[in-house]
């Protein structure tokens, strides 16, 4: 990040500053950036899962704010989330509960620093950049248990159990399935594993071989349940446990949340693009389309599964969902993990 | 604590929850009390009262018929069967014949109602574990029946449509061929339903084995209805002790058989009710293609004076039986009503057959129950 700074950033805005604190200034305005765009990104899916979830249940959704298909019914929402009380119970934490959403929040905005979107368009090509983001988006569980236990509410904690139990038994699978194709590509950063799948649909790590293809199906659900997703949702199952670790929060608060949990939908979405689909190529050898556009595409497609399966499954147990983890997914990762390394040292 | 006192010994690593009055999974203003060890519930104590409205009180009060439109109120999802059951208890007091043509209406209206009832059933079940989508898709097709009430007795929810003696008015023009259009519309989407939850590998893990209520249990605690057939027990009052002419009809009792998991579990409640629709769609058949002509009321006195007496009169309702024990004194006003509701029992069985279970279950084991709060409190 900083060479990118030095060499392109840099040279035409030299003089008017100090040289570190000008350096502070970019910094804030990359970071800005990055914000935005996870804003924009956010917005589109809330009014996005509003249609497909519509669709799906033979509804038609936002129509009118806004004009085309209610396009503005996010910003009508956030200005509405915005002008909300903002509500601290009596009997809470009052500084956990404050810190809480801003922990979940930053987790979700760290991925994205280290997240490319395309062969130059990244703020920092990191040579661990797939173990930071393991590293950085599992904080997240952290600011769950703080939400769940700071709002003094029976609903929030068994919520924040569920929550950190969940999250960390799928850590496992999921780092699993990441570190098959970190053996194929013989690389940790981000960068360079989606270059080894340049050249057409099937170098794509995801039909490399079996194993690979069986490492994606684990990293997507797995995904799903560490982003709190139905079928895997039971940190906020509504039906049981209210709005789980959330239920207190209000206004602002609540909408931090659910920034990050759409901002890690996107995230995990992105990842499995630049780990298994080949990242910014297309699926033809040489095409024209920008690379950045082409891997968008596809994590809103992965988005767009994960809507899907929202809002056609039930949701799992506690207890069976610790069950898939350990004795289904973690079993069949090492295979997988194995297999590929087999595969690949023949 | 007051309310904690049914819970015995508490200890250390035990959390008390106050799962209701209001809470999404409680369908309305129900309380439960759960002891839990971490995610398992030890004990679960139902809270009633919310909804009470003396309605018992009521009854006293009032004059025979002005009695109806309270029995809409007593399970406002079921309304027609409720209608259906008073009046039947009424007409047996004063010994009223009622018509055939008005037998038949009454068929058609209580099988209708009894879809209307076992759909919101389907819907709020998926919402309990999880599932959105057949929320809507059970609604949608509630519309339709709602359509047709409405175009028989104006109202879309609580209907007052059945009357001691007969029904309020004959059917209007074109309900008959309105009604056959739904059938047709409706039993595809039965197929359609079973596709996304019957037959998901997760609602099948998510109630099959759960919540088991055994036969002898179901008996002991008066648990009647869909709950006692999916207890595997072919209970049921239309077969059992025929009133409206139900002996006419061709149609079976479907009865749990633990076909996922054991005999009496969720998935075998549901089952139940998921084959109850069809099989009303079969009566409704029935009774509109051997509809007969003639007179919809019975000769009925504008103030009932019933002899001095009693009866008790019960009728298959969407959740179990309702039944109505009636005192005369010779008065226009009863002396005293007593309501039987298949709700009440159902929920008494809860704390049985919930305990061991974990929080999640518990939200499936008193959905699968299809408890109604307006039926438990009256």
Not at chain 2, 84 to 110: C, N, Q, T
């Amino acid at each position: 990040m900083l060479t990118l700074i030095k060499e392109i950033i840099y040279p035409p805005v030299s003089g008017f500053l100090p040289e570190s604190l000008l350096l502070i200034v970019i910094m804030f305005a990359l970071a800005g950036l990055v914000f935005a765009f996870i804003l924009l990104a956010v917005l589109f899916f809330t009014w996005m899962e509003r249609k497909v979830s519509a669709h799906i249940q033979s509804r038609l959704g936002p129509m009118y704010t806004g004009g085309w298909h209610g396009w503005m019914q996010p910003l009508a929402d956030g200005i509405k989330l915005l002008t909300k009380e903002d509500i601290v119970p009596a009997g809470a934490d009052r500084a956990l509960f404050i810190l809480a959403p801003f922990l979940v929040l930053g987790s979700a905005f760290a991925v994205y620093v280290a997240l490319p979107l395309g062969g130059r368009l990244f703020l920092a090509d990191l040579n661990i950049g797939i173990y930071y983001i393991l590293a950085i988006s599992s904080l997240g569980a952290v600011g769950i248990i703080m939400a769940g236990w700071a709002s003094n509410n029976k609903w929030s904690l068994l919520g924040a159990m569920r929550s950190a139990a969940q999250i960390v038994s799928y850590e496992v699978p999921v780092a699993l399935c990441i570190l098959t194709v970190v053996v194929i590509a013989s690389s940790l950063s981000l960068r360079e594993i989606v270059e080894a799948q340049a050249g057409g649909i099937y170098r794509w790590f995801i039909f490399r071989n079996p194993f690979t293809f069986l490492a994606f199906g684990i990293y997507f659900l797995g995904s799903l349940a560490e982003v709190n997703r139905n079928p895997f949702d039971m940190s906020e199952a509504e039906s049981e446990l209210v709005a789980g670790f959330h239920t207190e929060y209000s206004g602002i608060r609540f909408s931090l949340f659910f920034l990050a949990e759409y901002a890690n939908m996107l995230a995990v979405s992105l990842i499995a693009a630049i780990l298994f689909l080949g990242g910014w190529y297309g699926p033809l050898v040489d095409s024209e389309i920008p690379g950045a556009l082409v891997l968008i595409l596809k994590a809103l497609f992965l988005v767009f599964v994960q809507m899907w399966l929202r809002f056609t499954l039930p949701r799992l147990r506690v207890d069976q969902l610790m069950h898939v983890c350990w004795k289904v997914f973690v079993p069949l990762a090492f295979l997988s993990l194995i297999g590929a390394s087999v595969l690949e040292l023949v | 604590m007051e309310e904690l006192r049914p819970l015995d010994d508490i200890g250390e690593e035990d959390l008390v929850i106050s799962m209701g009055p209001q809470h999404p999974s409680t369908h309305g203003v129900l309380r439960l009390v759960l002891k839990t060890r971490g995610e398992v519930v030890l004990q679960v104590t139902p809270h009633v009262g919310y909804l009470h409205r003396a309605l018992e009180k009521i009854a006293e009060r009032v004059n025979y018929a002005q009695f109806m439109p309270y029995t809409d109120r007593l399970d406002y999802v079921a309304a027609m069967n409720c209608n259906l059951a008073y009046a039947r208890a009424v007409e047996k007091l004063l010994g009223v014949e009622v018509p055939p043509r008005a037998d038949f209406i009454r068929v058609i209206m209580a099988e209708l109602n009894r879809i209307a009832s076992h759909l919101i059933f389907f819907a709020t079940y998926g919402l309990d574990l999880g599932s959105l989508t057949p929320f809507f898709y059970g609604f949608r097709e509630r519309e339709g029946i709602l359509d047709l009430f409405e175009m028989a007795s104006g109202m879309r929810l609580t209907y007052n449509y059945i009357k001691i003696g007969g029904v309020w008015k004959d059917l209007p023009p074109g309900f008959v061929d309105k009604a056959y259009e739904f059938l047709d519309y409706f039993l595809p989407r039965l197929d359609e339903y079973d596709r996304i939850l019957t037959d998901n590998k997760i609602f099948i893990g998510r109630t099959a084995g759960i919540g088991i209520l055994p036969a002898d249990m179901a008996i002991e605690y008066g648990v009647t209805g869909p709950n006692l057939r999916g207890a595997g027990v072919a209970w049921d009052i239309r077969k059992d002790e025929p009133y409206c002419g139900y002996d006419q009809f061709d149609f079976e009792v479907p009865v749990g058989k633990g076909e996922m998991g054991k005999l009496g579990d969720c998935w075998d409640r549901y089952v139940v009710r998921m084959q109850e629709m069809r099989e009303s769609c079969r009566l409704i058949r029935q009774a509109l293609d051997r509809l007969p002509d003639g007179p919809t009321m019975g000769r009925v006195a504008r103030v009932m004076r019933p002899k001095a007496g009693e009866v008790y009169v019960r009728s298959e309702n969407p959740r179990g039986e309702l039944g109505f024990f009636l005192i005369s004194n010779g008065s226009a006003k009863p002396y005293r009503l007593k309501i039987r509701t298949g709700s009440f029992t159902a929920l008494s069985v809860l704390p049985e057959i919930a305990k061991g279970w974990m929080v999640a279950d518990v939200c499936a084991i008193f959905g699968s129950l299809d408890v109604i709060s307006p039926e438990v409190d009256r």
